[in-house]
């Protein structure tokens, strides 16, 4: 499955994905807003993940390409998250962009797609997305998707103390 919007393709991985992946995951600019940088091997095991349950369902979280430009600056797409909060389960549309893409509209324009997809595609009731409290470029993109701010909460799977453990709530349903 490949989404296309007028600039971008939301696309199954390739091996040659995985050393941009780690270089993004190395960033401390694009990793600032999560609990910490990962190595190449984690970097390779998530990318892993994420090609299987591709593989596995059909949809989410799909690499990020640059029509007739960048092979590789990201991903964005749908997933389910493996923790329990007061909002789970659900599906949760996100991204993560390397830094030379940002301040382009990419982010916006790959996840308007994968809501698309998620509400045409998979009939779903509902899409959230979430991110840390100092996240605000995340949450402005959140906005520009006509989601809804709805509370915060401590992310599970962070560690009390992590500055980065508190989180945002944003909600958006079809027909919005």
């Known amino acids: ?6 600039r971008l393709r ?22 600032e807003h999560f609990p910490a940088l990962l190595a190449r091997e984690e970097s390779d095991a998530m990318a892993r993940r994420i090609m299987a349950r591709l593989e596995s369902q059909g949809w989410g979280l799909w690499a990020l390409e640059v029509a007739g ?11 389910t998250p ?30 308007r797609a994968a809501v698309a997809f998620g509400f045409g595609n998979l009939g779903l009731a509902e899409i959230v997305s979430f991110t840390a409290t100092t996240n605000t470029r995340s949450m402005a993109v959140m906005e520009r998707l006509g989601m809804r701010r709805d509370g915060e909460f401590d992310h599970p799977r962070i560690a009390e103390g992590n500055p980065v453990r508190r989180h945002v709530l944003y909600r958006l349903g079809p027909g919005r």
């Open 1 to 6: 499955m490949v989404l296309s919007t007028a």
């Open 82 to 111: 493996a923790f329990e909060e007061y909002f789970t389960p659900c599906t949760e549309v996100g991204w993560r962009l390397a830094r030379d893409a940002w301040g382009h509209g990419y982010a916006t324009e790959a996840a």
């Open 10 to 31: 939301l696309r199954p991985w390739r091996e040659s994905d995985l050393a941009p992946f780690a270089a993004m995951n190395a960033d401390a600019r694009v990793m």
């Open 69 to 79: 430009g960048e092979p590789f600056i990201g991903f964005a797409g749908l997933a």
